[in-house]
T-cell receptor, first 116, second 113 residues
Framework: DTGVSQDPRHKITKRGQNVTFRCDPISEHNRLYWYRQTLGQGPEFLTY????????KSRLLSDRFSAERPKGSFSTLEIQRTEQGDSAMYLC??????????????FGQGTRLTVV | AQSVTQLGSHVSVSEGALVLLRCNYS??????LFWYVQYPNQGLQLLLKYTSAATLVKGINGFEAEFKKSETSFHLTKPSAHMSDAAEYFC???????????FGQGTELSVKP
């Protein structure tokens, strides 16, 4: 197992375009999280899934953002009509909580989005 | 609102010197506490975590942190800095909300030879 994998690692897009990122969690991890990290800041929670169910969405996740995890394995995060303020590192993490609370999330290397 | 404050966005130490990175949380309910390290253009790696067991927690790479409820603090220390410790460090809390983490703004550690 190579850990949490994110694709692409870097994405440059023009303002107004749609972009989609993919996250492959560690095998058998049933929880998957998306975070956004802007320059000089800590990551901010966006949303999380347990299996295929999206259980929580942050108010940061505007209507232009949508996340899916159709079969409870990989996840996609789509941003429609990108804006310059969307430029950030998008981090994915996964976990398989053996106990509650869940305290063992593993992070991917992130997708860096630049909107020009 | 639940929050995490890291005092000092930049900390610089000499190689071999003590490393002290400060973290305070705001909550009346003791959270679960974490320290993560991030190298340039990389994801986050867990250094250590506090989950209501021993208040002094030992992590990887010689780091440790002490949970002090009376001070609502979880400062990260390492007795002797190494050049390879230069990175961004994030303190985070979780309040049993599905594992969602709330991060501080980060502290960049520089190590001078």
């Amino acid at each position: 197992d190579t850990g949490v994998s994110q694709d692409p690692r870097h994405k440059i897009t023009k303002r107004g375009q749609n972009v989609t990122f993919r996250c492959d969690p560690i095998s058998e991890h049933n929880r998957l999280y998306w975070y956004r990290q802007t320059l000089g800041q800590g990551p901010e929670f966006l949303t999380y899934f347990q299996n295929e169910a999206q259980l929580e969405k942050s108010r940061l996740l505007s209507d232009r953002f949508s996340a899916e995890r159709p079969k409870g394995s990989f996840s996609t995060l789509e941003i429609q009509r990108t804006e310059q303020g969307d430029s950030a590192m998008y981090l994915c993490a996964s976990s398989f909580p053996r106990t509650e609370p869940d305290t063992e999330a593993f992070f991917g290397q992130g997708t860096r989005l630049t909107v020009v | 609102a639940q929050s995490v404050t890291q005092l000092g966005s930049h900390v610089s130490v000499s190689e071999g010197a003590l490393v002290l990175l400060r973290c305070n949380y705001s909550s009346s309910v003791p959270p679960y506490l974490f320290w993560y390290v991030q190298y340039p253009n990389q994801g986050l790696q867990l250094l250590l975590k506090y989950t209501s067991a021993a208040t002094l927690v030992k992590g990887i790479n010689g780091f440790e942190a002490e949970f002090k409820k009376s001070e609502t603090s979880f400062h990260l220390t390492k007795p002797s800095a190494h050049m390879s410790d230069a990175a961004e460090y994030f303190c985070a809390v979780s309040y049993n909300q599905g594992g969602k983490l709330i991060f501080g703004q980060g502290t960049e550690l520089s190590v001078k030879p």
